[in-house]
């Protein structure tokens, strides 16, 4: 049988648990909430109620089993953790407390050959990403309860059982998968076959039977269509230019309150960066290596950062004008670099032609359905009568429902097609907007091009927005906390705790779309990875080796190739160090070895993951990505002392008789029984690739090359 909505119910025993949240006030209280990973850290959506003694706040809140954060905010201003909870860095500076939510029936502890599966961790749905067509085989995966059942195998009809390899766990859950070859020409039949001790069951979209008959998941070959992702990502380098803070070019165009580059920063300061400098700067970036651009907003805007949007149609006039930024796009794309604009859709700036007729108008607008507002005339700032995006005033939230709000919207991409070469959206404040938006959204950036990438910004697991209707991929900030957990100074430091989380997070996904994510160690929102390491660049440095070997497109955040650090926001958002860059800077020099290592490798950019070595002891993590027969292997000592690692290729089905050292140059082989060793020292990494990259040269010419044509315009 086909299983058919409602698919969650019909397919898994999991169901929501009630949890009390209870705080008690050491102060005089009058407002108390809960905020956390449940409700979108939304301070205001669930506040709590005061009991007798009018100390004690509780609210019951039905959660997902699975990890939660929180925080308690009080008096509606004042965030603060759980006193009676455990608490833990989010690794972006954060303290948040946490809660792991168990099923019932966990309470029995989890021991292979006792025959007994537990029910509520088994769920498998009949779509992306448990569900998925990539490469010429569907993928299909299945979940269940680690170290609960001996084997798991993929049953499908009229074929022998296929063994299924874990590909993940984290807290809860254990992710088994296969590949299965399929033509897609007939119908697929399948279920799981569990085999535990003296028991062999089946599971279906009945759920858990002795027997497979009539509990069937039926893959349609004539309606199946694959989730495909632009073909070009996982082969790129992004480099993330924040517009304002990168290069100014043209002090003309610069505000009048403008700030020194290295000027102290405030929440409003200027610095004058714009389009004139990044086109002077073209010829490093193609030296560098990166192919492709992540610009923060660029659009009209009354603030430095351009995340109030003021008009869609037309650039910041302080960085230049549509005619000058359509030059910089197919300047860059004869450097061979794409680029994506960053679209804040989710609200705009109070300025914004629509608004302001609403604020003229009142009720008589024809815009008023374009927003939320709470009556009329329209109050601006602190006592504002309409809804903003965390209830900043200067940022009314978009109506998203509203035909003309989508109309417009879904034509912003048609428009800037028109006007430049975009290759894509980074999509602001993504999960604030509905489902049915972002549905249009896709079909309107894809009518303009199929292999326009789509990212959505959400912090945790994006999974619900990545099954094929809506996004691409998404920033991958479960990476970065991964990352930032192992090297960074408020980390745990364990190799065991990054490879749980970073194969945790990629078994989230259909294959393809890990491939295609945004892969960062830090970004405009988050402190610089030197400040996340304490200002240790050993560490730093293994955070980008970690970067450049993981599945996802690396993304450099501007000046961290440099060196460059800078606390929370405003400071991560420092003027770019140019006198820093020279072939003497070291960070400079690894990064153009990470990027070119990147973009010979196709295994670096393709492999699955493969985890080698996770030793706490020691401190050593090896991983390697296999793709094809060959394998390119990151290695890591995060250790203080002196470590020697030993990796067998050959056990990956690999048959490679030699390995470039990407970092110290020069080949590696194996030995004769087909085992590598590599000795690193305190604090070092090392990715082995199968082919030699080429560095570009070094010297002035990194900076000031002279390959690509200059616009006209760019005289100054």
Same mark, same amino acid.
């Given at each position: 049988?086909?299983?058919?909505?409602?698919?969650?119910?019909?397919?898994?025993?999991?169901?929501?648990? +009630?949890?009390?949240?209870?705080?008690?006030?050491?102060?005089?209280?009058?407002?108390?909430?809960?905020?956390?990973?449940? /409700?979108?850290?939304?301070?205001?959506?669930?506040?709590?109620?005061?009991?007798?003694?009018?100390?004690?706040?509780?609210?019951?809140?039905?959660?997902?089993?699975?990890?939660?954060?929180?925080?308690?905010?009080?008096?509606?201003?004042?965030?603060?953790?759980?006193?009676?909870?455990?608490?833990?860095?989010?690794?972006?500076?954060?303290?948040?407390?946490?809660?792991?939510?168990?099923? +019932?029936?966990?309470?029995?502890?989890?021991?292979?050959?006792?025959?007994?599966?537990?029910?509520?961790?088994?769920?498998? =749905? +009949?779509?992306?990403?448990?569900?998925?067509?990539?490469?010429?085989?569907?993928?299909?995966?299945?979940?269940?309860?680690?170290?609960?059942?001996?084997?798991?195998?993929?049953?499908?009809?009229?074929?022998?059982?296929?063994?299924?390899?874990?590909?993940?766990?984290?807290?809860?859950?254990?992710?088994?998968?296969?590949?299965?070859?399929?033509?897609?020409?007939?119908?697929?039949? *399948?279920?799981?076959?569990?085999?535990?001790?003296?028991?062999?069951?089946?599971?279906?979209?009945?759920?858990?039977?002795?027997?497979?008959?009539?509990?069937?998941?039926?893959?349609?070959?004539?309606?199946?269509?694959?989730?495909?992702?632009?073909?070009?990502? =996982?082969?790129?380098?992004?480099?993330? @230019? %924040?517009?304002?803070?990168?290069?100014?070019?043209?002090?003309?165009?610069?505000?009048?309150?403008?700030?020194?580059?290295?000027?102290?920063?405030?929440?409003?300061?200027?610095?004058?960066?714009?389009?004139?400098?990044?086109?002077?700067?073209?010829?490093?970036?193609?030296?560098?290596?990166?192919?492709?651009?992540?610009?923060?907003?660029?659009?009209?805007?009354?603030?430095?950062?351009?995340?109030?949007?003021?008009?869609?149609?037309?650039?910041?006039?302080?960085?230049?004008?549509?005619?000058?930024?359509?030059?910089?796009?197919?300047?860059?794309?004869?450097?061979?670099?794409?680029?994506?604009?960053?679209?804040?859709?989710?609200?705009?700036?109070?300025?914004?032609?629509?608004?302001?007729?609403?604020?003229?108008?009142?009720?008589?607008?024809?815009?008023?359905?374009?927003?939320?507002?709470?009556?009329?005339?329209?109050?601006?700032?602190?006592?504002?009568?309409?809804?903003?995006?965390?209830?900043?005033?200067?940022?009314?939230?978009?109506?998203?429902?509203?035909?003309?709000?989508?109309? *417009?919207?879904?034509?912003?991409?048609?428009?800037?097609?028109?006007?430049?070469?975009?290759?894509?959206?980074?999509?602001?404040?993504? /999960? =604030?907007?509905?489902?049915?938006?972002?549905?249009?959204?896709?079909?309107?950036?894809?009518?303009?091009?199929?292999?326009?990438?789509?990212?959505?910004?959400?912090?945790?697991?994006?999974?619900?927005?990545?099954?094929?209707?809506?996004?691409?991929?998404?920033?991958?900030?479960?990476?970065?906390?991964?990352?930032?957990?192992?090297?960074?100074?408020?980390?745990?430091?364990?190799?065991?705790? %990054?490879?749980?989380?970073?194969?945790?997070?990629?078994?989230?996904?259909? +294959?393809?779309?890990?491939?295609?994510?945004?892969?960062?160690?830090?970004?405009?929102?988050?402190?610089?990875?030197?400040?996340?390491?304490?200002?240790?660049?050993?560490?730093?440095?293994?955070?980008?080796?970690?970067?450049?070997?993981?599945?996802?497109?690396?993304?450099?955040?501007?000046?961290?190739?440099?060196?460059?650090?800078?606390?929370?926001?405003?400071?991560?958002?420092?003027?770019?160090?140019?006198?820093?860059?020279?072939?003497?800077?070291?960070?400079?020099?690894?990064?153009?070895?990470?990027?070119?290592?990147?973009?010979?490798?196709?295994?670096?950019?393709?492999?699955?993951?493969?985890?080698?070595?996770?030793?706490?002891?020691?401190?050593?993590?090896?991983?390697?990505?296999?793709?094809?027969?060959?394998?390119? @292997?990151?290695?890591?000592?995060?250790?203080?002392?002196?470590?020697?690692?030993?990796?067998?290729?050959?056990?990956?089905?690999?048959?490679?008789?030699?390995?470039?050292?990407? @970092?110290?140059?020069?080949?590696?082989?194996?030995?004769?029984?087909?085992?590598?060793?590599?000795?690193?020292?305190?604090?070092?990494?090392?990715?082995?690739?199968?082919?030699?990259?080429?560095?570009?040269?070094?010297?002035?010419?990194?900076?000031?090359?002279?390959?690509?044509?200059?616009?006209?315009?760019?005289?100054?």
């Amino acid at each position: 049988m086909t299983c058919s909505v409602p698919l969650f119910f019909a397919c898994s025993s999991l169901a929501s648990i +009630p949890h009390t949240f209870t705080y008690v006030a050491s102060a005089a209280t009058t407002k108390v909430a809960v905020a956390g990973t449940f /409700n979108g850290w939304n301070k205001d959506a669930m506040p709590m109620k005061p009991t007798g003694d009018g100390k004690t706040w509780t609210l019951v809140v039905d959660l997902d089993p699975g990890k939660v954060e929180y925080k308690f905010v009080l008096n509606g201003e004042t965030w603060i953790t759980d006193p009676a909870a455990k608490s833990e860095s989010d690794g972006n500076g954060n303290t948040n407390s946490v809660l792991l939510v168990v099923p +019932p029936d966990y309470n029995r502890p989890a021991a292979k050959g006792d025959g007994v599966i537990t029910l509520s961790a088994l769920r498998h =749905e +009949p779509s992306e990403p448990d569900l998925n067509y990539d490469r010429g085989a569907l993928q299909i995966s299945l979940r269940v309860r680690p170290n609960d059942v001996e084997h798991v195998r993929l049953h499908v009809q009229g074929a022998s059982n296929s063994e299924m390899s874990e590909v993940g766990e984290d807290e809860l859950y254990a992710r088994f998968r296969v590949n299965e070859p399929w033509d897609r020409a007939k119908n697929f039949d *399948y279920d799981f076959q569990l085999v535990d001790g003296d028991r062999t069951a089946y599971f279906g979209p009945n759920g858990l039977t002795d027997s497979p008959e009539g509990n069937l998941y039926t893959l349609n070959a004539a309606t199946y269509k694959p989730f495909l992702v632009p073909s070009w990502v =996982e082969h790129s380098v992004i480099y993330q @230019i %924040f517009p304002d803070r990168f290069a100014n070019g043209d002090p003309t165009n610069d505000p009048k309150n403008v700030t020194p580059w290295d000027g102290p920063l405030t929440y409003s300061t200027w610095l004058g960066g714009d389009f004139a400098g990044v086109e002077q700067h073209v010829d490093y970036l193609h030296r560098l290596g990166v192919s492709c651009i992540y610009f923060n907003p660029v659009f009209r805007s009354p603030v430095y950062h351009r995340y109030e949007t003021s008009d869609f149609h037309l650039v910041a006039r302080e960085l230049g004008t549509n005619a000058q930024f359509d030059d910089l796009t197919k300047h860059l794309k004869a450097a061979g670099i794409r680029t994506v604009l960053d679209g804040v859709f989710n609200h705009t700036a109070t300025d914004f032609a629509p608004f302001a007729d609403v604020v003229k108008n009142g009720a008589a607008s024809q815009y008023t359905a374009w927003y939320t507002f709470k009556g009329f005339p329209v109050k601006l700032g602190r006592e504002h009568n309409y809804v903003a995006w965390d209830d900043y005033p200067s940022m009314p939230k978009l109506n998203h429902a509203n035909p003309a709000v989508q109309e *417009y919207i879904w034509g912003v991409p048609k428009f800037w097609d028109s006007q430049a070469d975009i290759a894509g959206w980074r999509l602001d404040a993504a /999960n =604030e907007v509905p489902d049915a938006f972002w549905q249009g959204f896709r079909k309107a950036v894809k009518a303009v091009n199929p292999e326009d990438w789509i990212i959505g910004e959400v912090w945790g697991d994006a999974s619900h927005w990545l099954k094929g209707d809506m996004w691409d991929a998404v920033m991958n900030y479960p990476f970065l906390f991964a990352t930032t957990g192992f090297v960074g100074t408020e980390g745990d430091g364990k190799p065991s705790t %990054f490879m749980r989380k970073a194969m945790g997070n990629y078994a989230t996904y259909a +294959p393809q779309v890990s491939r295609n994510m945004m892969n960062l160690i830090d970004s405009h929102d988050t402190p610089r990875i030197l400040n996340v390491c304490g200002g240790n660049r050993k560490l730093a440095d293994l955070a980008a080796i970690l970067e450049f070997a993981w599945v996802g497109a690396p993304t450099v955040y501007y000046g961290d190739e440099l060196g460059m650090a800078g606390g929370k926001d405003p400071d991560d958002r420092r003027g770019m160090t140019w006198n820093t860059a020279t072939p003497a800077n070291p960070t400079l020099n690894l990064y153009r070895k990470l990027i070119a290592a990147r973009n010979v490798s196709v295994e670096l950019q393709s492999g699955d993951p493969v985890p080698l070595i996770a030793d706490d002891a020691n401190g050593t993590l090896a991983f390697a990505r296999v793709l094809n027969g060959k394998a390119a @292997i990151c290695l890591v000592n995060r250790s203080s002392s002196t470590q020697s690692l030993t990796v067998n290729p050959a056990g990956m089905g690999t048959h490679q008789s030699r390995f470039y050292n990407v @970092i110290t140059g020069g080949v590696v082989k194996p030995a004769g029984d087909g085992t590598l060793s590599i000795t690193l020292g305190a604090l070092s990494g090392t990715i082995l690739v199968p082919e030699a990259p080429t560095v570009s040269p070094t010297g002035s010419d990194l900076l000031l090359g002279s390959s690509f044509r200059r616009p006209q315009w760019l005289t100054f």
